[in-house]
């Protein structure tokens, strides 16, 4: 995963890997283009602070959601067809080998059509350029740093702080322990608190499918 040092990983060692890999790379350069119109473009106002304010407050339940129903989709079939979806397919892989590095990140083939979306979106639905640039700037800068605390997580990085080190055990839990809660990445006891997915650790059994989402082998 990294080459440790005498004193072990350290972020200097884990950041040169992390930006090996597609996706911080066009979410920075999203979140630099973004940045960069909404400062020409102006016009700055009350809701350029509030809505930011509101995304860091709702984040964790966006993450538990798209954790919960799109990363750990059950396979399904509709007759001949079965619905199994890129991303769900890709997150099984990553249950099965949680240490292998590529499988952290968002899959290369979502980004043609993920980024497109974060930018065009918020443009459409704000009226307000300027808003619409801010959604776009907070909204790639909360996607970096997702992929900088997941794929910090599954490196030999140990925690230092009391803050990380929570979100780390919480992680290293839903891959270890029992896949079924601690669905929250960026922070911990948020969502899962509100969801009901947040136990006292001591009362969960192992999951013999924690490495084998559903007992789906592919």
């Not at 968002?106 to 459409?124: D, G, K, N």
Request: charged content about 15%; overall charge positive; some cysteine.
């Amino acid at each position: 995963m990294t080459t440790p040092t005498r004193g072990g990983v350290t972020l200097s060692d884990a950041g040169p890997e992390f930006w090996r890999h597609p996706s911080p790379w066009c979410l920075a350069l999203t979140l630099l283009g973004a940045l960069t119109a909404r400062i020409v473009v102006g016009d700055w106002q009350l809701t350029d602070v509030m809505l930011p304010a509101f995304m860091l407050v709702a984040f964790p339940v966006f993450e538990w959601v798209i954790h919960v129903a799109i990363l750990h989709w059950r396979p399904r079939s509709a007759g001949r067809l079965t619905l199994d979806p890129l991303l769900a397919r890709k997150h099984r892989e990553h249950h099965r080998e949680p240490r292998r590095i590529e499988l952290i990140f968002i899959p290369r083939q979502t980004l043609f059509w993920l980024i497109p979306s974060a930018v065009a979106v918020p443009l459409l639905v704000f009226s307000r350029l300027g808003l619409g640039l801010t959604a776009v700037v907070f909204l790639a800068g909360l996607g970096l740093v997702y992929e900088w605390t997941h794929y910090l997580i599954h490196t030999d990085y140990k925690p230092k702080s009391n803050v990380y080190r929570a979100i780390w055990r919480n992680h290293r839990r839903h891959h270890f322990k029992n896949e079924n809660y601690w669905f929250t990445v960026t922070s911990t006891g948020t969502a899962d608190r509100l969801l009901g997915t947040y136990p006292n650790q001591s009362t969960v059994p192992t999951s013999p499918t924690a490495k084998d989402l559903h007992g789906v082998t592919r």
